[in-house]
């Protein structure tokens, strides 16, 4: 599969981990939901995680070449609300999540989206 369509179906799988996890702590007003999972989905959101995934050198060099599949992918569209650099990492990350479905990894996902939660319910994305 092409980096673009990785990217589509991961898109799709990280949102559903973040709602679900969203719902798991026990919040059930709309707004809130929505405010809450722009820390974890927003292209700026996967831009601060990827770069915190290199400085805890957690990605696989598979899953890195996947993500670059991604980011280097020529996409039609453009960036809405942040500048095209980030919008490409946004696309990588959401292509690694993507291979990782598609080649069946659930417990991976799960491994990723763990750490993922820990990073933005403590903070470290935001130095």
Known sequence: MNGLSLAYIGDAIYELEVR????SLGLTKVNELQKRSKHYVSAKAHAALFEQMMVSNILTDDELDYFKRGRNAKSHTKAKNTDVITYRISTGVEALFGYLYMSEQHER???LMTWIFEQVETGSTNK
Not at 20 to 23: D, F, T
């Open 109 to 111: 996902i799960l491994e």
């Open 20 to 23: 679900r996890h969203l719902l």
